[in-house]
């Protein structure tokens, strides 16, 4: 073992960014407490990445506190690490250095479909066999959980079993479940079949055509577990700050937005719980920044009441609060006070008021008016906008709107700050029909089309001063769709794609195309069979999984949505999504 350790330090001497990999962390749980499982969290993508994942800490300290389990991590290596340790030594976890394929249970988070070959990228350098079928009892159960797996169905034949929705109640009781079915001896797949009575436990060999897998849902938000001391990390991360989450869900209904639909019912905390965590993650760690995270952060009931106790804890402990993902209809001067005055972001995510009524976005002109007006009136002269392309029933009328926001944004500055120079980040994402949205059924545009649309943009926006234009990959989005909605036939493209040399699909540098493309026709898969339009009668791949909002409600906002009408927010009223079968919301 000494000589294995001592190989594997010399290898971190020679790699760029060692700390990713050496562990020890303030903050580390006892790795070395009395317990019958061993289980590892891993990460498929590098440590900046997964170390800003709020979720994964919230798992890996709750069970860290369970008794009898013991829970590590591993992230994905970066390539220079990941080409040393190929055939030389085996894929080791952060805290103790133990060999994956040695852990009870090894664990993936999913939460972007171009993970995938990272998942085998990881399986490979374990020297763990990709599918299930092809894993005896001496090894590990292979688990996979995070937001991709609303549709499993592209993976679900590299992993034994699949978490679907939150994990918090479900991976608890699938540990200890593990655990004892370990002291009674029992075998892997006599543990799976009984883990199936578990809530969102989906276990991809042992499920019956027709049978439904349920969606866990944590019932109540301010009772459920949140850690108090996380991790610290070694290195500068992308989220390099503490964060708060303050309700899940969101009301708005945007009918794009899968996280929107597959994270209800809406829950949120109370006002004292929020600040009570908020302190807690500041004095455990030492940051200096704290961010308060939900999908629409200015839509939490209790904001108003929140903010003034919390800034001024901040102001008095010299702390950065920041509130990322505001709605335009939801700013206010009483946020922007306590914001650093640096840029804004905001989500028009469409140029014309008939596309965002579509999209059901339900804000305005004079929503843009007035938030962006306030901005600017308190300061700051950097704005940062995303928007999509190749939305529903999007015109090149509805580019030319994004384009005349900017020259709007610009002169309305102007008659504000009239000695300044307005500054507009601007940024296009292709779209991408997800499973259990209302757009699940349209179409994705062609990758020539996806490039007429940007080249139009950037032609229009170079003409404005002042616009910095970024563009998202459209190739990268054609594979994306692909993965998304994609079925069991999947998985050959996924090894022949990671085969080929596909591995850290998500970063630009290393997507290669051409191998995914290569990897699609010999596995006889047909992109058009994947980004066509689908019909509201036909079965899809997901339609197994119950994520509370039913497919009537989906299909009932995509035929609104095809005639331009919209839904009012669920704050407003409920509108009948079907999700209360899963829990009651608390707005």
């Known amino acids: 073992?000494?000589?294995?350790?001592e190989k594997y330090n010399e290898m971190l001497l020679d790699?760029?960014?060692?700390s990713r990999y050496t562990g020890g962390e303030y903050n580390t749980p006892n790795m070395n407490k009395p317990h019958t499982l061993d289980m590892c969290i891993c990460f498929p993508d590098v440590y900046e990445v997964g170390m800003s994942n709020i979720g994964v800490s919230i798992l890996y300290n709750m069970l860290n506190e369970e008794e009898d389990i013991v829970c590590e991590r591993c992230y994905a290596p970066w390539v220079d690490l990941g080409d040393k340790l190929k055939g030389n030594l085996p894929l080791l976890s952060i805290e103790t250095k133990k060999p994956l394929k040695n852990f009870d249970i090894v664990s993936f988070s999913l939460g972007f479909e171009l993970l995938y070959t990272n998942v085998l990228y990881m399986l490979d350098l374990a020297e763990i066999p990709f599918y299930s079928k092809d894993r005896g009892e001496n090894m590990p159960i292979i688990l996979a959980g995070g937001s991709c797996s609303i549709n499993p169905a592209p993976f679900e034949d590299f992993v034994d079993i699949i978490s679907i929705g939150e994990g918090e109640d479900c991976l608890r009781e699938f540990g200890h479940l593990v655990a004892e079915g370990k002291k009674q001896g029992?075998?892997?797949w006599k543990i799976l079949e009984k883990a199936q009575s578990i809530t969102g436990m989906y276990v991809p060999r042992l499920h019956k055509k027709g049978e439904k897998v349920k969606k866990a849902v944590v019932s109540d938000i301010n009772k459920s577990y949140y850690p108090s001391k996380p991790l610290v990390p070694n290195i500068e991360i992308v989220h390099d700050r503490v964060a708060l989450e303050l309700y899940r869900g969101c009301a708005s209904g945007c009918r794009f937005c899968?996280?929107?639909?597959i994270y209800r019912p809406i829950r949120e905390k109370m006002k004292d719980v929020a600040i009570k965590q908020a302190i807690n993650l500041l004095e455990n760690t030492g940051y200096n920044e704290l961010s308060l995270s939900s999908l629409s952060t200015g839509d939490y009931s209790f904001l108003m009441e929140l903010l003034p106790d919390l800034s001024k804890y901040c102001k008095e402990n010299h702390i950065t609060l920041s509130l990322p993902s505001?709605?335009?209809?939801?700013y206010d001067n009483v946020i922007s006070s306590v914001c650093r005055k640096s840029s804004l972001t905001f989500a028009p995510e469409a140029g014309t008021?008939?596309?965002?009524?579509?999209?059901?976005?339900?804000i305005t002109i004079d929503d843009i008016?007035?938030?962006i007006g306030s901005a600017f009136e308190q300061g700051y002269d950097s704005v940062k906008l995303y928007f999509m392309i190749g939305l529903p029933t999007e015109t090149y009328e509805d580019l030319d709107g994004i384009i005349e926001i900017c020259n709007h944004l610009k002169d309305l500055y102007y008659s504000i700050r009239k000695n300044r120079k307005l500054r507009i980040t601007l940024s296009t994402a292709v779209f991408i029909p997800k499973p259990y949205t209302p757009f699940q059924f349209t179409e994705q545009i062609s990758l020539e089309e996806m490039r007429n649309r940007q080249e139009y943009l950037y032609q229009g926006l170079s003409k404005i001063k002042g616009v910095d234009y970024h563009y998202h990959e459209s190739k990268s989005s054609l594979v994306e769709a692909v993965l998304a909605r994609g079925d069991k036939k999947l998985s050959k493209a996924i090894e022949l794609a990671y085969l080929k040399g596909c591995r850290f699909d998500s970063w630009s540098e290393h997507f290669n195309f051409d191998a995914w493309i290569e990897a699609f026709n010999e596995a006889g898969i047909k992109v058009e069979d994947y980004t066509r339009a689908f019909s509201t009668t036909e079965e899809l791949p997901w339609d197994f999984i119950d994520a509370g909002v039913t497919k009537q409600y989906l299909i009932k906002e995509y035929e609104k949505a095809l005639e331009g009408k919209t839904t009012k927010n669920c704050r407003n009223g409920c509108n009948g999504c079907g999700v209360t079968s899963l829990g009651r919301c608390t707005i």
């Open 326 to 330: 505001l709605r335009l209809n939801s």
């Open 186 to 188: 029992l075998s892997k």
């Open 1 to 5: 073992m000494d000589n294995f350790l």
């Open 369 to 371: 008016n007035n938030s």
């Open 15 to 18: 790699v760029s960014k060692p």
């Open 353 to 362: 008021q008939r596309l965002r009524d579509v999209i059901n976005k339900n």
């Open 258 to 261: 899968q996280a929107c639909f």
